[in-house]
């Protein structure tokens, strides 16, 4: 086991690729394809997890593959960092995999085998994300990821709008790389040394370094989907199939931080300040964004989308926070924020991960996704129902599950801020912070909104009487989601033990120090300035409950009648008196009215027919993606004018340029 | 803070008072709570002057303080509840504000106002020179408050705000200014509120209405 | 951590549930006072109880095992909370489990758990109590949780009996962020605990319900549960309230002697507390609801503000 991980896990990428390969030599056999690939793709996701958890303890490996272009060849590396996103990779997929196994039919668009190509294709290139050591492989992976996903967003491609957000995606996609490209430009410092190890040791002067974490922090976060670079995000999450979304929105989103982190905190050292506030800043911004706009959707998925946003943002904030406290040696304070990051990117794989499952089960069984035609399904899918309550639950930053350990430990990040030398920052910090708890604090919102429109209440369509519980595979992924939701939340001191191998490697500090934290305790500082134990925490509730119920039922009685609700004595409530959608989010729209664009059709009294219709619009599409996209029309238009359509001219043209670069390179 | 002597406290309490009536003025809609909350400023500041008037020995600080509740919170707040009496006005409130952005950019300022102050303040050597920030604090909150509003009448009690923050920053941090200068200020700002009160019923007579957007339209009339 | 510590543990969750309905009966018999109407008895909140739990429970046909769950999850963590606070002493052995933010993570998971059932017969009074009370959750959680930062960055803990400790136990010492932070708690108080100005525990008129509107649906044991759940929230408020503006008194744990001390003390404080609120809410005027964002946003800006005042004068 020793030094043979970063073998093994090279295997495990190519397992992958051989299984895709597979699909495609019988591309339309449906059930070789979902019962043999699929499950395959899963036992090697589990293998990934265990190995790379294990690999998390190990010193750092190398490995040289002699592949890629001749002179070129792809350097591998495994340290505790990229171990640590493997396993979460591995996890999430283990269980996107298993659920897949009964979620693709035969009739959608792209070809079956043709999906688990590119399915596997994506998983592949992303874990080669996580193992790359040069630029070069980096791209490659980088690109490839990008692509797969890309077509299996556009998998039911008969449908334009699909295809309008598979190109969003794609576009801004490659606006990242681009921004990617020139950041690995800069970092080699004009050494010509394309490998990590190279950049590591490369120390930039002057602009340099500053002016390489602005382009990663451009490319990596339309990835991520960071303000202003995120209009693709709540586009092509829901046009995916919701396994693709659970991938994309659960690991993709998180390469994204790998990425930055691996280039601020190993290749850059994170010397800057200033760095650390445009990142929390951003990431606050993108938060508070992210989850005001989730309020007012009306389509579940894409309710998801958006509060993957909000995630992100929460992420990045605490990135910034530990690059501050980086840049100004506080490595104990450094190590807590990084350890609130990784910990919310490992949160936020289980619990957005099974959420998009659960809706893809939901959206299996009804054929409906639309938050307005939904409802009381916890009646008809009592399985995905109460293991989407624990998504939710721990979604909305409750405690004791796992949400909620992350969201603690950043507070307490922020809590403990009040010595930077700046004091314009330590003023941002109670701004920030406040920030910070407004987005979690919506986010329950939300997801009451979501549980409770989807899951409870009575159906708002007679159709959902039909709706049927999801396949024994999917129960069994969900619930292994659902199962990983509560262990991160019950015992953080495990996890944090897992996370501070890359808390050393990075910031040189571990937030579980013996005598200061127990198994049963986590104390990040001292005992004496804040303790949790969400273990204790959860007995106490559960005993509580239990006695609860025992001493009323033997004091009193357990008797109970059923018959129609009450409803205040109104007779026959009917399902559409119930909030819709839209009217669970209208106080948020109220509230927040200048920041939407949005457009409303109120129905008159004497319409015999009244409809009430609200969309909302991406503000930024309209004012920043707009005026661009005219400016650039523009130039085009003026670019055509010399386009004649004549071969000669365009030779002459080409001939022209050819003249005038030999001229100045002369 | 237990290096801090008790009197360096009680200023920081009171400045803190200070600030909190500063933002209640802000998010007021109701002219006569408005005077209210004005006349406590000036309890405040009364009370914050007379204690470093005991603290520091200075006599004269203790007619400061003495002037400042004869003026701010007896003399002011009864001229101007007659005036709103005999103008009839009493209910009136203001309509156009919002308040939650207006107090966004209220903690905006008291940020910017707290660090303008922290390199002012470490020239100063008394023990209660952070209040200074407070205290510009105050004063750019009620330049918020005069341009938030629409009426006469509350943009006057912003004035007198701001001028209690301005008398803030120069007892409590500096331990008061020459004698001559807070009587004549007393004076001018007394004088203001008078000559203002026959504004108001000038103004009113010829537009029926005190509100701003009035003079706004008959710019151009007369 | 020695005997005494589990023991007033056990007893400060004891006198949490004995006296939390008390609290509710003298607010009432206050408001009535101030009110000049005749004030009902100050056991009547028990006797609600007895009967509520004496009868039997009438659920709807629809209803899920959620709605039957919510009233022990709300009870439960509204215990766990009362079990966090220090009321009656500050050497808390759970407390070390759950801090200030754990407390505001609890109060949360009782708010979802209520909103999700009342959700769950699906009728238009329940969602729309639903959709309100996570509205006043949204700006209302914020605002505490940046009251109890004002207070631990004043102590440097976020573990409330820590906090208490330092505020009390330690030199005398006045905080001018705690008087932001006092107006914005006080103001969060009154919204939580669906009081006037934001909601009104009496009232009869379903569209001007917030926590009413919620509960409609529970009958007998249930809305007993709910009944004694809300009454502990306020319990727990005020003892919030009471530990971080009125520290005094509250045993440091040694001493067994303290603890009885501090138990007339703590009912005393609880008495002025509670005539306090009764006085506020006669005095102001219900808000229209989309007034509350108003009230809770200047609420949280204070509580903020706070912390901003903290930073400047406590350097």
Redesign the interface.
């Known amino acids: 086991m020793r030094a043979d991980a970063l073998p093994l896990l090279a295997a495990a990428i190519a397992a992958w690729l051989a299984i895709g390969a597979l699909g495609l030599v019988r591309p339309l056999a449906f059930a070789f394809v979902s019962r043999l690939l699929f499950p395959l793709g899963a036992l090697v996701a589990l293998l990934v997890a265990g190995i790379a958890l294990l690999a998390t303890a190990e010193p750092v490996a190398t490995l040289v593959l002699p592949l890629g272009l001749p002179d070129l060849p792809f350097h591998l590396r495994l340290d505790p960092l990229s171990a640590f996103f493997l396993a979460l990779l591995g996890a999430a997929t283990c269980a996107v995999s298993l659920f897949s196994t009964d979620y693709f039919r035969p009739s959608e668009g792209t070809a079956p085998g043709l999906v688990a190509f590119q399915y596997h294709v994506f998983v592949a290139s992303m874990a080669t994300v996580l193992i790359a050591d040069d630029a070069y492989l980096f791209m490659v992976a980088w690109e490839a990821m990008a692509l797969a996903s890309y077509f299996l967003v556009i998998t039911e491609h008969r449908i334009a709008a699909i295809r309008d957000a598979g190109f969003l995606y794609l576009f801004i996609a490659h606006i990242g790389a681009i921004a990617i490209l020139l950041t690995f430009g800069v970092l080699q410092g004009g050494s010509g040394d394309y490998t990590f190890d190279g950049m590591r040791a490369a120390r930039l002067q002057g602009a340099w370094p500053s002016l390489g974490f602005l382009l990663a922090l451009v490319g990596f976060g339309a990835k991520a989907g960071l303000l202003p670079l995120h209009v693709w995000l709540p586009e092509a999450h829901p046009a995916a199939p919701s396994p693709v979304s659970a991938l994309m929105s659960g690991v993709m989103l998180k390469t994204a931080i790998y990425a930055l982190l691996r280039v601020t905190f190993d290749l850059l050292h994170a010397v800057v300040w200033w760095w650390g506030v445009v990142v929390l800043v951003v990431g606050l911004l993108t938060a508070l964004f992210g989850v005001v706009f989730a309020a007012a959707q009306t389509d579940m998925k894409r309710l998801l989308a958006y509060s993957s946003m909000e995630n992100i943002g929460i992420i990045a904030a605490g990135v910034g926070l530990a690059i501050l406290f980086r840049a100004h040696d506080k490595t104990l304070l450094a190590a807590i924020a990084l350890t609130a990051v990784l910990y919310h990117c490992l949160n936020h794989a289980m619990f957005k991960t099974l959420l998009f499952l659960a809706t893809g089960a939901v959206l299996h069984a009804t054929r409906e996704r639309s938050l307005g035609r939904l409802g009381g399904l916890i009646r008809r899918m009592p399985w995905v129902a109460w293991l989407a309550l624990v998504g939710t639950l721990a979604i909305a930053g409750l405690p004791p599950l796992n949400g909620f350990v992350s969201e603690w430990l950043l507070l307490q990040a922020f809590l403990f801020t009040p010595s930077l030398p700046q004091s314009f920052v330590n003023m941002l910090v109670p701004l920030a912070a406040g920030a910070l708890v407004l987005a979690v604090a919506l986010a329950a919102y939300v997801m009451v909104k979501f549980y409770g429109v989807v899951f409870l209440g009575r159906p708002r369509d007679p159709d959902l009487a039909h709706a049927h519980d999801a396949g024994r595979y999917e129960r069994v992924a969900l619930a292994g989601l659902a199962a990983a939701c509560v262990l991160l939340g019950v015992l953080p001191t495990f996890v944090i033990g897992v996370i501070d191998r890359v808390n050393t490697m990075l910031v040189g500090a571990a937030v579980i120090r013996p005598g200061v934290s127990s198994w049963l305790l986590l104390a990040p500082i001292d005992a004496q300035r804040a303790s949790y134990s969400p273990l204790v925490m959860l007995a106490v509730v559960v005993a509580v409950v239990v006695l609860a119920i025992q001493v009323v039922h033997r004091l009193y009685h357990g008797r109970v009648r059923t018959t129609g609700a009450w409803n205040c004595g109104s007779p026959e409530p009917t399902p559409r008196m119930q909030d819709s959608a839209e009217g669970f989010g209208q106080p948020i729209r109220q509230v927040f009215e200048p920041f939407f664009r949005m457009t409303r059709e109120l129905p008159s009294a004497f319409d015999a027919e009244p409809r009430y219709r609200v969309t909302i619009d991406d503000p930024f599409r309209y004012w920043l993606y707009r005026p661009i996209a005219r400016v650039m029309e523009k130039l085009a238009g003026y670019l055509g004018l010399i386009q004649h359509g004549r071969i000669s001219a365009y030779l002459a043209l080409s001939f022209a340029t050819l003249i005038v670069l030999l001229f100045f390179v002369r | 803070m237990p290096a801090v002597p008790l009197y360096a406290q009680l200023i920081n309490l009171l400045a803190a008072v200070l600030l909190l009536l500063a933002f209640a003025m802000l998010s007021q809609r109701r002219v006569l709570s408005l005077i209210d909350l004005f006349a406590a400023q000036g309890a405040a500041l009364a009370l914050s002057t007379a204690i470093v008037a005991w603290a520091t020995g200075q006599r004269h600080l203790y007619w400061s303080a003495g002037l400042t509740l004869g003026l701010k919170v007896l003399v002011l707040p009864w001229i101007l509840r007659r005036l709103i009496h005999r103008l009839d006005i009493e209910w009136e409130f203001e309509r156009l504000i919002n308040i939650p952005t207006t107090m966004l950019i209220g903690i905006v300022l008291v940020v910017f106002a707290f660090n303008l102050a922290v390199p002012i303040a470490e020239l100063a050597n008394t023990v209660t020179r952070s209040t200074l920030g407070i205290a510009l604090a105050c004063v750019m909150l009620s330049f918020l408050m005069m341009i938030t509003r629409r009426k006469a009448i509350s943009q006057v009690l912003g004035f007198l705000a701001m001028e209690n923050g301005l008398f803030f920053a120069a007892t409590s941090a500096t331990y008061g200014m020459p004698m001559v200068v807070e009587l004549g200020i007393a004076l001018d700002v007394l004088v203001g509120v008078l000559i203002l009160g026959v504004f108001f019923f000038q103004i009113r007579d010829r537009l029926d209405s005190l509100g701003f957007a009035n003079l706004e339209r008959s710019r151009d009339d007369d | 951590m020695t005997a005494t510590a589990y023991l007033s543990q056990v007893l400060q969750v004891a006198v949490a549930l004995a006296l939390a309905p008390i609290l509710v009966g003298w607010i009432n018999q206050c408001r009535a006072w101030l009110q000049g109407r005749r004030a009902p008895p100050l056991m009547l909140p028990y006797r609600t109880l007895r009967k509520l ?2 009868k ?9 095992p ?1 709605f039957r769950l919510a009233p ?2 709300v ?3 509204m ?2 909370a009362a ?1 966090i606070v220090p009321s009656l002493a500050t050497d808390l052995p ?1 407390a ?4 200030a ?2 407390l505001v ?2 109060f ?2 009782a ?2 758990f209520i ?2 059932a009342a ?10 109590g ?3 009370e ?2 006043v ?3 209302a ?2 605002a505490l ?2 009251v109890l ?1 004002t207070a ?2 004043i102590s ?4 409330l009996p ?1 906090i208490v400790d330092a505020l009390a136990h ?2 005398f ?5 705690l ?2 932070a006092g ?1 914005a708690f006080t103001m969060v108080s009154l919204a939580e605990n669906a009081r006037i100005p934001v909601d009104n525990p009496a009232t009869h008129l ?1 569209l001007t319900m917030i926590h009413e509107a919620m509960v ?2 529970y009958s007998a ?1 249930h809305l007993a ?1 709910i009944e004694w759940s809300a009454a502990l929230k306020l319990f727990n408020y005020s003892c919030i309230g009471l530990a971080l503006f009125l520290p005094f008194g509250i045993a440091d744990g040694s001493d067994w002697r303290a603890l009885v001390g501090a138990a007339p003390l703590l009912i005393a404080k609880l008495a002025a507390g509670g005539a306090a609120l009764a006085l506020i809410e006669t005095l102001s005027a219900k808000l229209r609801i ?1 007034r509350a ?2 009230f809770l ?2 609420a ?6 706070g ?3 903290n ?5």
């Open positions: 739990f004496v039997d429970a009438v659920i709807a046909t629809n209803a899920s959620v022990y999850v009870f439960g963590a215990c766990c079990a759970f070390r489990a759950a801090d933010i754990a993570g609890l949360a998971l708010r979802v909103a999700l959700m769950d017969i699906g009728t238009a009074f329940g969602s729309m639903a959709r309100r996570m509205f959750g949204f700006l959680e914020p949780l940046m930062f631990s960055l440097g803990s976020t573990s820590a330690r030199d010492g006045i905080y001018p962020s008087a932001f107006v379903e409609l649906e044991r549960l989309f964002p108003e946003g200047t949280f800006l204070l509580a903020v503000l912390m901003l005042v930073l400047l004068l406590g350097s």
